[in-house]
Nanobody
């Protein structure tokens, strides 16, 4: 069973920065894509950013030019550098990794941006 553990959430003022980390363990071979979703209260879970093993990235329009996704050298870790944070970025952020038709999720980490 693939296990994803996130860290790095917290409370930050608008305009500030946070860095989220997600480490994958277990049978992680053949995991290509890793990324982040977020879910705010009353909203559906939405894709924030994703990255392939080859380094190709994809971002939601709402975070382009503010967030940067990257992978660790061992490819089992994914990071989300968040800058110029806005109150509307407040949500629980979930790391995800699809493998053989199953999507694995982390437990989520809360990001709260105060105005």
């Amino acid at each position: 069973q693939v296990r994803l553990v996130e860290s790095g959430g917290g409370l930050v003022q608008a305009g500030g920065s946070l860095r989220l980390s997600c480490a994958a363990s277990g049978p992680i071979f053949n995991i290509n894509v890793m990324g982040w979703y977020r879910q705010a209260p009353g909203n559906q879970r939405e894709l924030v950013a994703s990255i392939t093993g080859g380094g190709s990235t994809n971002y939601a329009d709402s975070v382009k030019d503010r967030f940067t996704i990257s992978r660790g050298n061992a490819k089992n870790t994914v990071y989300l550098q968040m800058s110029s944070l806005k109150p509307e970025d407040t949500a629980v952020y979930y790391c995800y990794a699809p493998r053989y038709g199953i999507t694995y999720w982390g437990q989520g980490t809360q990001v709260t941006v105060s105005s």
